[in-house]
């Protein structure tokens, strides 16, 4: 399934958008998942929790697909 996530501002954390769409329940969850290399970014891998992602990436985890937009 894909989320389409409309980004306010210039970037979103890595950490904060898998916060905001649910697909973590908390920021401690979010961090063990990114370092635990489960989450990917344009289809690599990222263990940076404060990643900066703008419109235009597209971020992979647990079987769903985020969008970003503007």
Do not use: F, N, W
Not at 18 to 36: F, Y
Not at 51 to 67: M, N, S
């Amino acid at each position: 399934m894909s989320i389409s996530l409309q980004v306010r501002g210039e970037y979103i954390q890595l950490d904060q958008l898998l916060k905001t769409t649910g697909l973590c329940h908390s920021g401690g969850m979010a961090h063990a998942e990114i370092e635990e290399g489960k989450v990917r970014v344009d289809g690599l891998v990222e263990t940076r929790k404060r990643a900066k992602l703008r419109p235009g990436q597209q971020v992979d985890y647990a079987g769903e697909t985020v969008l970003l937009v503007s």
